[in-house]
């Protein structure tokens, strides 16, 4: 894991690495990205998840599954808020039916999962969701949670 990492750093410093991985343990998923990784996925994650966080990362963005995602944004919600000064873009931005995928976003549900719910295609879901990434100018699905926390977006 490391040692890969401060290699590809050395000798391949444009290549961007999205970290496949069992461990879902704050300080080694905080430790691979610090060290460079531009995502990190779970082995166990869905593989539309995996294929999502290949593609964020290809496209130059940043990517945490789901489940790491959420387990790190509880953690940073519960011990920082946003500052008031902080632009925050208006829910109204956002439609009802990226209102519905963000909530199950939340849940922890897969673009397929959500698909399947919503009664709709796997892409759709996709476009939805990048299209409340960018509304909300969210880097990943943690800051994508925190913001929607933050503003009172999530049901209960």
């Known amino acids: 894991g490391f040692a890969a990492m401060d290699h590809l750093r050395v000798h391949y410093p444009d290549v961007r690495v999205l970290v496949l991985s069992m461990l879902n343990h704050e300080n080694y998923v905080h430790r691979m990205?610090?060290?460079?990784?531009?995502?990190?996925?779970?082995?166990?994650?869905?593989?539309?998840?995996?294929?999502?966080?290949?593609?964020?990362?290809a496209a130059g963005r940043s990517f945490l599954c789901s489940e790491v995602g959420l387990d790190m944004l509880y953690k940073i919600v519960r011990t920082t808020?946003?500052?008031?000064?902080?632009?925050?873009?208006?829910?109204g931005e956002l439609s009802k039916r990226e209102l519905e995928v963000l909530q199950l976003i939340s849940e922890g549900l897969t673009n397929a999962e959500i698909a399947d719910k919503l009664f709709t295609s796997k892409r759709t879901i996709e476009t939805h969701r990048q299209n409340i990434i960018e509304k909300t100018q969210a880097k990943n699905t943690a800051s994508l949670i925190k913001y929607a926390v933050s503003n009172g977006l999530l049901g209960e």
């Open 33 to 57: 990205m610090e060290a460079g990784a531009s995502g990190y996925v779970l082995k166990n994650a869905d593989i539309s998840e995996i294929t999502y966080g290949i593609r964020m990362v």
């Open 81 to 91: 808020a946003l500052p008031p000064d902080a632009p925050r873009p208006r829910s």
